[in-house]
């Protein structure tokens, strides 16, 4: 973790020595997601996996090379839950993974119109950690006929849970010019994850579990 | 502008090509007999075991005990394939016996932790099953000759009840039921009425001038009758050591009642059919004593107390399962009461609760046990964790497990020492139950280290479509068949499992067997009686 972080002041000190004419951007931004869980959940028909709202925020600051092009780079906190219920017999168990990251996206930027009203499209990759998990809502124990309320801290499983995401980052938004040096967007993005949450920790069974996060934020931005 | 619109394209090609997530496998279900599943299975010794290898792998709930203790799963599949496919090899004709096939899976299923699993194997050579359980291996390799001492010395209190109220060990009050008591009864009481019945005959036919033409013949049955009744009345103490010995003795008895039924209509004596439900394991026996006369002993051989003291008595008052009904009640009622009564007097000196030799059975009966002891409203034990999803290491959320305690007004036990007697045949509910005791302040633990089953398990293999873990194929059916543990018990504030370990006692107190055998006399049991007395 510590590591990846290096990286990205090493990255933002290269680009503070690039030439002063182009434009820095530093800013925040927040805002809602939805996570979709992609499970193949074989043969257990009584299960379903819903997708869930959780929040996002991050701070970004971006260098734009020419005045349609800029490479834009965050720390964002995002959750990425889901739900999990049973039906049938079943019925009683749901439950949301609250699931916290911390993530980086790097991006290109593609902005297009006016002086004040300007669209862009962002496109790029980001790299993750799973930092915790909780998990909030009621259990039905088959066992007793019971149903608990949970929430309660997810305990990671080290030879199972993957910690590590990477995948694509991208998304489109309006940029509204507010003063001379001050501007604030609003975004839809999208997180497509490449890794599975679960470790191939099974030699001779597969199982893939992916996330994939659509938010929306809005954030302000200083522009030097 | 048209620059940017390539930027665009080319970023959205990107997106597409790089879009591809590698997918999981597609797996099938071993709940059922279903013949897709089963298929390879039947045919070939590696079919088998892949099949095999995959139910266990997505419904064995402690994966990540086992993996903890050692055991890789992954691995037994690369070493163990090859030697399955080496039996299907028929270039070289091999003859698998059913001992081979059982010796080769218990190589590695022996390394298996839980207390309760229980696996079937078909040998496609004989078409005849193997059966593995390992805790059962496990504990015999373990425990040496205690774990056979335990299981053959079932005590008794016949020696505690000729002592007297002053003697510590002096069992004041008694009572027992149970299946095989009452089989022992119907059958002795029945005899003995017969016997009865046939001497006053004989002797009124001798008294009258011996034998005529007209009752000659009966005469001559009814001297035969009775030798023939004292005969089964004699083999009622060596014939109810196993369950077999109680169907065959039962057996005898239905058929010496068939012979005689005549006779004994001329007697004017019932004689009782034992229902079938009678000679199964599945009426336990319940004892109770009152040693010193403040020191309430429970002892029974099952949970499975419930189902009477829970339930409504059968409608028919004649049947022997009534019977059963009503006197497990009144033993049980006997234990209960002196507790209530001593307690309330200020007198109580102790609960012995004896649950060696008792393989477990229904949370149900927890409320008539050690939760007739705590506080109405239920008692957290433990906590509890359910195999759910197919990889190996999918688990539900942790959640407390609530036992049921007494919800009747009763006393609660907290000053008087609660001793639990226990040893290695102290199986699941037995163990939950120690592990409750051992959780009071005023518990102790005495005998010998537990079975090392804890977990619980689907009631039956049918609440597989429900559950999707817990157990695999149907037994005596599919090629092969498990039942394995579903629901996880984790215990105390660092959630261990204790699948394999079970609970150790704070006494270890081995039984002594000689002590048993000589005198009848039961050390484990006088162990806890000194250690309240000591209190």
Redesign the interface.
Known sequence: MTRKIQVLLCALLLCSALPVSAQWRVGVSGGGDYNWF?I?K???N??HYDGAWGWSAAVFGQYNFKD??GLRFEVEASERNHRVYRS???DGTN?INRNTYLQLPVM?Q?S?GGEKVRGF?N?GVYAGCWLAGR?QGT?K????G?T?R?N?P??F?K??DQRGDFG?A?GIGMEFRLVEHWAMHIEGRCY?S?I?T?KP??????????NTTLGIQAGFAYIF | MKRTAQYIILCTLSLCTFSCRPTGDDLISYGQNDFIAFYESSSSYAGEFKAFWTAMNENYGIWDYEEEKGLDWDKVYTAYLPKFEALDDTTRKIKVTDDDLKDLYCEFLDSLHDGHTYLQIKNIQTDKYVEIIPSANRNERERGAAFKNEKDNITNLDFYRTLTEDDLYGALAYDATGSRLIIAEVIDSTCSRLIRGAEAYIAGVNKAGGPNEFNDSIYIAMTKLVPAAKKLQKSIADSMDSSDEVKELVKTYHTFCSENNILAMQMNVATPLIDDKLTGDELISVYYALFHGNIAYLRFGGFGLSSYLDASAPSDTTSLLYAYHQAVNRVWGKWFNAIQTLHANNELGGVIIDVRNNGGGSIGDYPFVLGALLPSGGYDSHYLRVKEGTGRLDFSPLVPFTLPTYSQQHAVITEQPIVILVNTHSVSMSEVTTWGVKCQENGYVIGTRTWGGLSALNDEPSMYSTTYSGGFGEQNVTPFFGYVPRFVSLFGEDKQILEGVGITPDKEVALDVNYWTSQKRDNQLEAALDYIHNK
């Open positions: 992609t193949n074989q043969y257990m009584n299960y349609w092009l049938g017999m079943m439950y290109a593609f297009f499209v496109a998990q259990y124990d088959s066992f007793s019971n608990y949970i309660a997810y305990e499983q030879d199972k694509l991208g497509y490449f599975s679960v920790y099974m030699e001779h069974v597969k199982d893939n579990r992916y």
